[in-house]
């Protein structure tokens, strides 16, 4: 029987979008899935008719921001590998799941990501994005030399040191491995977003074999009240950055990698 992969859909208001995001993991052609829906207290009707599919609900007591509710949906996780999608995003392609997890397979990779993706307000006026770890302009970068990301993913240190200059991987992409995301810390719970950066880090620092999947992932949907565009968010971010400066600064590290921080500085 093939492996049952989780996915985990942190909601907060989410109202107009997370019927197409369920309904793009429901058109996937991989079998077994199950969803899990984690509800931070929305206060609009995101999950009043989530009855209707085949989900699981998790209501947050209180709201506790998108990093620990969807720590909490990857804690109850029941699949072999646990992807998470944005309740305001969806599955472009119905053999997402299936060309994931056959990279996988095959590769025996830990996790693997889509460095292709749709962006925009909605699905039928998006434009393809692409990104690429090659330290280059990123236009030029994610056009042409995307062909050597899963070269750069061999040298975890390299990418760690990159994610404090910018983060490639868009989470709603990613799938790891249940047993290797239990090795690590949980998602960090003391920032309310722009947390995937944090658990993508603690990923190489484990020297979690990561995979490039150059076909198309997401649809990732710009919107005036995504988490990422408040102040808070900003706040997160440079505070996710100086976490990974300190994490190098203050730990056994090669000499050139506490070098480079501190000119960054």
Same mark, same amino acid.
């Given at each position: 029987?093939?492996?049952?992969? %989780?996915?985990?859909?942190? !909601? =907060? *208001?989410?109202?107009?979008? @997370?019927?197409?995001? +369920?309904?793009?993991?429901?058109?996937?052609?991989?079998?077994?899935?199950?969803?899990?829906?984690?509800?931070?207290?929305?206060?609009?009707?995101?999950?009043?008719?989530?009855?209707?599919?085949?989900?699981?609900?998790?209501?947050?007591?209180?709201?506790?921001?998108?990093?620990?509710?969807?720590?909490?949906?990857?804690?109850?996780?029941?699949?072999?590998?646990?992807?998470?999608?944005?309740?305001?995003?969806?599955?472009?392609?119905?053999?997402?799941?299936?060309?994931?997890?056959?990279?996988?397979?095959? %590769?025996?990779?830990?996790? !693997? =990501? *889509?460095?292709?993706?749709? @962006?925009?307000?909605? +699905?039928?006026?998006?434009?393809?994005?692409?990104?690429?770890?090659?330290?280059?302009?990123?236009?030029?970068?994610?056009?042409?030399?995307?062909?050597?990301?899963?070269?750069?993913?061999?040298?975890?240190?390299?990418?760690?040191?990159?994610?404090?200059?910018?983060?490639?991987?868009?989470?709603?992409?990613?799938?790891?491995?249940?047993?290797?995301?239990?090795?690590?810390?949980?998602?960090?719970?003391?920032?309310?977003?722009?947390?995937?950066?944090?658990?993508?880090?603690?990923?190489?620092?484990?020297?979690?074999?990561?995979?490039?999947?150059?076909?198309?992932?997401?649809?990732?949907?710009?919107?005036?009240?995504?988490?990422?565009?408040?102040?808070?968010?900003?706040?997160?971010?440079?505070?996710?950055?100086?976490?990974?400066?300190?994490?190098?600064?203050?730990?056994?590290?090669?000499?050139?990698?506490?070098?480079?921080?501190?000119?960054?500085?």
């Amino acid at each position: 029987m093939p492996p049952l992969v %989780t996915v985990v859909i942190p !909601c =907060y *208001n989410a109202e107009p979008w @997370i019927d197409e995001c +369920i309904q793009s993991v429901l058109k996937q052609d991989y079998t077994p899935i199950e969803i899990v829906v984690v509800d931070d207290c929305s206060t609009d009707r995101s999950v009043q008719n989530i009855w209707q599919y085949p989900v699981r609900l998790i209501r947050n007591s209180i709201n506790m921001g998108e990093c620990k509710t969807s720590s909490i949906g990857f804690s109850k996780a029941r699949g072999d590998y646990i992807c998470r999608l944005s309740a305001d995003d969806a599955f472009v392609n119905t053999d997402h799941i299936t060309r994931q997890v056959k990279e996988m397979e095959q %590769t025996n990779a830990d996790w !693997c =990501y *889509n460095s292709k993706n749709m @962006i925009g307000g909605n +699905i039928d006026t998006a434009v393809e994005a692409q990104t690429a770890w090659c330290f280059i302009p990123i236009r030029k970068s994610a056009n042409l030399f995307y062909v050597f990301d899963n070269t750069f993913l061999k040298f975890k240190n390299l990418c760690y040191l990159m994610l404090i200059i910018r983060n490639p991987i868009n989470s709603s992409t990613l799938m790891i491995r249940a047993d290797a995301y239990h090795k690590m810390l949980s998602w960090d719970s003391s920032l309310r977003s722009c947390c995937d950066g944090l658990i993508i880090s603690k990923m190489f620092l484990c020297g979690l074999k990561g995979r490039s999947i150059h076909s198309m992932g997401v649809f990732y949907r710009i919107h005036p009240g995504q988490a990422t565009n408040t102040e808070s968010a900003s706040r997160d971010l440079i505070f996710m950055k100086v976490r990974l400066k300190n994490e190098i600064i203050n730990n056994v590290y090669p000499t050139w990698m506490k070098i480079f921080v501190r000119c960054l500085s």
